[in-house]
């Protein structure tokens, strides 16, 4: 399994920034997807996950009502849609294949200034 982010960067505070995830080596159709984070000096956090459906999606409590995770199972890829972020979303972002981070990849840094 390889699982390849992209996306992250600086941004203001109140600003937006969408993640990407490409997956191979796995049926990605079939697979619950899920992004993680984890920020200096803290434990790896879960943040969202979507069904295989596309359609069922949970979030953090941290993100609900700012973040939007979506799938397109025909281009294996996975997204992140961070609105209104917020210093304490400054972190590395992962995907993977389960809530604890299962086979995340290298991750994307995003940093979010105030």
């Known amino acids: 399994v390889q699982l390849a982010d992209s996306g992250g960067g600086l941004v203001e505070a109140g600003g937006s920034l969408r993640l990407s995830c490409v997956a191979s080596?796995?049926?990605?159709?079939?697979?619950?997807m899920s992004w993680v984070r984890q920020a200096p000096g803290k434990a790896l956090e879960w943040v969202s996950s979507?069904?295989?459906?596309?359609?069922?999606?949970w979030y953090s409590d941290s993100v609900k009502g700012r973040f939007t995770i979506s799938r397109d199972n025909a281009k294996n890829m996975v997204y992140l849609q961070m609105n209104s972020l917020q210093s304490e979303d400054t972190a590395l972002y992962y995907c993977?294949?389960?809530?604890?981070?299962?086979?995340r990849g290298q991750g994307t840094q995003v940093t979010v200034s105030t």
């Open positions: 080596g796995l049926p990605f159709g079939r697979v619950v």
């Open positions: 993977a294949t389960d809530r604890r981070g299962g086979n």
């Open positions: 979507i069904h295989s459906d596309g359609i069922q999606k």
